[in-house]
């Protein structure tokens, strides 16, 4: 095995036996990089030179004893977190020459716990879509098939983590852009609950549903990322003040007793037999661990989709209002006046797919339609909760598959955006009700394309995700694969 | 259903221009796509008090002190066009 291709736990092992050094662990990372780059586009940019005076700085810290939770180990970002001095393009030709004053706050704490970081990773413009077609930057492709796409919006974050480009990533998710890609991808990511992970530093796209989270090539870099990157922020107005458990102590734990809920509205006609049939092993596998599964019932599950479908556009609407080629990023180089500029600037700048969300939020929040839109989605999204809130007293976590079907061709779902919009089904609950979601590896198709299972649970109980999420990766004894690149 | 003036007022509000050529399309579009959202018109919500975030959110407060902040310089350093301490914009006024 490669350095590049172990995980944090495994390489924090070599790291404190003196075997291996940052710097080898870095060269290894951009070694493969050189190597399969340019056939998967996981990065818009890298940062070698940076990553490199970076694992010098941990070398000499491992010399003095000074070894952190992160120490030498290569991250990669997705673009939509502020790095200082690093060009942040959010996939956007309307950011793609800023550089942030400043840094994410989830930047500062990786960046203390000893983190390399090894470039910005690609995504969907300002995180809409689904597939990372949608990004200034070009397409990524799945590590797994290169004619299909990673999933998205954080899908270089996800294929730089399946192709061993990095160790692990941080992604957002907003409606399954963390949990859709690792799905797609064969690894674990993680969406904490809303409010557990500062978002200071995040372009913001959709703020009542915005989380970020890591993606890991196993459950116990979860648990160690979410160490690093949980807990309260002064500088984040939604951040809150709950105690932040030590979430390594969940992995290796058995689920003797415990209740999971098998939602029947997800498991609905038009979903791939080979998921289905995946997902139902892995309910045995959780049987087999000691875990009583339930039927339960989501009753407003169909309605999901139509409400994020205006909570997000609206919201985005309103946080894309301040890209105007006044302060920062990209401005048109021929106005008339300010209005003009104002448009000529957004006009060029956008994508089709931020312009058609802003259109469908700006309509949604116009005079005349505030009460039978965005009132009446916020209303039905009180109902989704409350379904969340009933279900799990019920059961301790709720499990379902990740996604209907494995990763699609690129360009099949580009001119449908119905159809791309569907391919979030079993995720965009998880945000709306503002609870913590994991997606696990759970096999493949017979063509050889990862499939994801996803567990839920209440409001910050990210300790039990990981709990249930390694009693299965240990008992499932999924077999371990790496794409063919 | 939306109409195409509709959309061009819409995009007006939204500081965007549309295209002919894009302007069926986009209306097409918004048209599926709310018409699926009108699935929402099926469920009876009165007395159902709407949600705004997922969570219990209250006013954050600090303290009225002054901190360090990232200044004039490179706050204007992003800028498209700059002079001094000001970022300049086309005339708004004839």
Known sequence: MELNQLTIHELQGKIKSGKTSAVQIAESVFKRIDAVEKQVHAYIRLMKEEALAAAKKADDDIKKGNIKQLTGIPIALKDIVCTKGITTTCGSHILHNFVPPYNATVVEKLSAAGAVFVGKANMDEFAMGSSTETSYFGVTRNPWDLERIPGGSSGGSAAAVAADECIASIGSDTGGSIRQPAALCGIVGLKPTYGRVSRFGLVAFASSLDQIGPFTKDVEDCAIMMNVLAGYDSRESTSVQAEVPDYRQFVGRDIKGWKIGIPKEYFIEGIDPEVSSAIKKAISVIEKSGGQCIDISLPHTQYCLAVYYIIAPAEASSNLARYDGVKYGFRTAEARDLLDMYKKTRTQGFGAEVKRRIMIGTYALSAGYYDAYYKKASQVRALIKRDFEEALKKCDIILTPTTPTPAFKIGEKTDNPLQMYLSDIFTISTNLAGIPGISVPCGFTASGLPIGMQFLAGHFEEGKLIQIASAYEKNAKIEKRRPQL | ?94
Do not use: C, W
């Open chain 2, 1 to 94: 259903m939306i109409s195409k003036q509709e959309v061009e007022y819409v995009a007006h509000l939204a500081r965007l221009e549309i295209d002919d050529a894009q302007k069926d399309k986009f209306t097409s579009q918004l048209n599926d796509i709310l018409l699926y959202i009108d699935k929402l018109n099926e469920l009876d919500t009165k007395g159902v008090e709407p949600m705004s975030h997922a969570i219990a959110v209250t006013n954050a407060f600090r303290d009225d002190k002054v901190v360090e902040s990232i200044g004039t310089e490179s706050s204007l350093a992003n800028a498209p066009d700059a002079r001094g301490e000001f970022f300049r914009v086309p005339k708004v006024i004839e």
